[in-house]
């Protein structure tokens, strides 16, 4: 249960799922898995950012993506970094069709709630991850 | 020259979520995107543009862009510059708010009064250099840019031809050249053009089309010919699709 777990997500600036990606990460490591996750930008880790390697390097890390283009997985691993889990947001949605996200630079409170439930869904995979190890 | 869409700037923005500027990064692009400037303005999603956006990529090689980062490691300008060019500015959050003598910014999730007041300054320089940058490069691209937007890609050319997921609708289709498949930019908007100037496929069309595609995508002096041959089997079906409707 000692080592933590690295989350990315991929932020995509351009559409509604990008935002929910984000909102889940923070969720995570802010709210339901604090002590135990820790943040890296995708972008510092794709440009070979030294401490951002030395961060996801060793640790177990999961890719949030906010569709199937899946930018965030497919960065890491073509950074030359396993990934453990990967998720999008485009999954959680059709699981919670209720849930309708809208906005980019607000999301509206459906958008909050997939995030939430993405979000829980990531931390029971992170307890699952830390269980393994 | 075909026509290509609006002259608009590209804002790419870091959003790096480890850290409070980058979230005034992305909310300081969202701002001028959705409510200062949103008709002459179109977002380049870093993370599309790292994992090989096309149409980002292509975006960012026709048109200016601003890059904002919140950071010295300027993750939004290096990347621009490495895969399309450097951009046309260059904006870091932390010099902004050193400059504008404000306090610490906190909270990546949320962002506190000096973080908002940071997005408010760092969008504000934004539309100044959106500003400036339409009106002076206007006349230098202006021959080569229409203020048509360029039709939408039909479903039938949906795998091969593909618009800017961004928004910016740079037309882009990927063509088999010598085995390997190669992405060139503006082909559609090419092909529509000869069509429409009644250019039929032929040896003399072939070689206007290669000397057309040159100058939006570099072509290897020993790949001509097979770059011709691609672009003459790829007009040959365009045209065969426009004549069946």
């Known amino acids: 249960m000692s080592e933590k777990v690295v989350v990315i997500p991929c932020s995509g600036i351009g559409k509604t799922f990008g935002t929910v990606s984000r909102e889940a990460a923070y969720a995570v490591v802010e709210d339901l898995r604090p002590d135990r996750t820790q943040l890296v930008a995708l972008s510092l880790l794709v440009l070979g950012d030294e401490e951002a390697r030395a961060a996801v390097a060793g640790h177990p890390t999961i890719t949030i993506d906010g569709c199937r283009l899946a930018c965030a997985t497919k960065m890491v691993q073509e950074s030359g970094l396993p990934v453990a889990r990967s998720f999008t947001v485009l999954d959680a949605f059709r699981k919670h069709r209720d849930l309708k996200p809208e906005g980019i630079s607000a999301l509206n409170p459906e958008g909050q709630q997939l995030a939430c439930a993405l979000a829980k869904e990531i931390a029971e995979a992170i307890d699952a991850l830390q269980e393994e190890a | ?245």
């Open chain 2, 1 to 245: 020259m075909p026509l290509l869409p609006k002259k608009k700037v590209g804002i790419v923005a870091c959003s790096g979520e480890e850290l409070p500027e980058g979230t005034v990064s992305r909310v300081a692009a969202l701002k001028v995107l959705e409510e200062l400037r949103p008709d002459d303005t179109v977002t380049i999603c870093l993370p599309l543009f790292l994992a090989g956006g096309e149409g980002d990529r292509a975006f960012a090689r026709f048109y200016p862009t601003v890059a904002i980062d919140g950071c010295e490691k300027r993750c939004a300008a290096r990347a621009t510059e490495m895969y399309s060019g450097k951009p046309a500015a260059s904006i870091v959050v932390t010099d902004v708010a050193a400059e504008n003598g404000l306090g610490p910014i906190r909270g990546s999730r949320r962002l506190n009064d000096a973080g908002i007041r940071a997005a408010e300054l760092v969008a504000q320089e934004v539309v100044r250099l959106v500003d400036e940058l339409l009106g002076r490069t206007a006349q230098a691209v202006g021959k080569a840019i229409a203020e048509e937007p360029t039709p939408e890609a039909s479903e039938e050319e949906e795998e091969t031809v593909t618009l800017c997921s961004c928004g910016s609708g740079i037309p882009v289709q990927k063509v088999t050249v010598n085995g390997r498949v190669v992405t060139l930019i503006a082909l559609p908007a090419i092909f529509e053009q000869f069509y429409q100037n009644g250019k039929r496929p032929g040896d003399g069309t072939t070689r206007e089309l290669l000397e057309m595609t040159r100058i939006y995508n570099p072509i290897p002096r020993e790949e001509e010919a097979a770059y011709a041959e691609a672009l003459a089997r790829e007009y040959e079906k365009f045209c065969r699709k426009r004549a069946t409707g």
